[in-house]
């Protein structure tokens, strides 16, 4: 398929460019989340359908499975936020078809952060899901990156927990009761652990354990799939109109 980038991000443009802010420097608010991390997971798990137009994007925002909180943004919300984004570097408008008249987005996350895979599936649940347990991104990122073992998700956490001068992760305090850890991103900003709300006590509900929430992603994969053939045929049905 023939793209053209209409408005390249700054980042990357020519031998030693600087990115418009440091990366130390960004926060982002939650509709800026919400749609890095939609870019990011759709460019993995819909790649024939990637770079994504704006119906597309607007409907991975708003998808039911897979995302805490649900929300409801309109076209012209994500429209703006994707302006917002460029400006900083982390998404760019593409155009494709004939004439260039259909505008895609992509996102420049990877690039923008330094970023491997590994690093950017483990951020993109967190971005999409809010905190979690190592065995509740383990099952999640499943669809995005296969980590072979507990101790790979980990050593990434470990990496992305130490990145100065601000973490891109932080584990949060264990609350009352509970066997496990969560983990939080802090690309909206650095986290306040003592006002994040404490995870319901171990002693209220059965254990997660990591076959609970591989069980889990399975679950939402299905729904994940069902919605992006929903999104699919809106595109195609909107094609014929």
Do not use: W
């Not at 709300?197 to 994969?221: K, N, Q, Y």
């Amino acid at each position: 398929m023939d793209y053209r980038t209409i408005r390249p991000a700054k980042f990357g443009q020519g031998a030693g460019a600087e990115p418009a802010i440091p990366a130390s420097e960004l926060e982002l608010d939650d509709i800026e989340l919400r749609v890095v991390g939609s870019l990011v997971e759709k460019e993995t798990t819909t790649p024939d359908y990637y770079p994504l137009t704006l119906n597309a994007l607007v409907s991975a925002c708003n998808q039911k499975s897979s995302r805490d909180p649900v929300v409801s943004y309109s076209s012209d919300e994500v429209r703006a936020t994707l302006d917002a984004l460029r400006e900083k570097d982390l998404a760019t408008e593409i155009r494709s078809g004939e004439g260039g008249r259909v505008s895609r987005y992509r996102h420049l996350f990877l690039e923008r952060f330094q970023l491997n895979p590994r690093e950017a599936a483990v951020l993109c649940v967190l971005m999409l899901r809010g905190p979690q347990t190592t065995g509740e991104i383990r099952g999640r990122t499943s669809r995005l990156y296969e980590f072979e073992s507990l101790d790979e998700l980990e050593q990434s956490i470990a990496l992305l927990s130490q990145e100065e001068p601000r973490p891109f992760v932080v584990k949060l305090p264990r609350g009352p009761g509970t066997k496990e850890s969560r983990y939080a991103h802090q690309l909206g900003g650095e986290v306040d652990v003592s006002e994040m709300p404490v995870a319901e006590p171990a002693t209220s509900r059965e254990p997660r354990t990591d076959r609970v929430s591989t069980l889990e992603a399975e679950l939402d994969d299905v729904k994940q799939r069902l919605s992006d053939l929903e999104r699919q045929f809106e595109d195609f049905r909107q094609l014929l109109e």
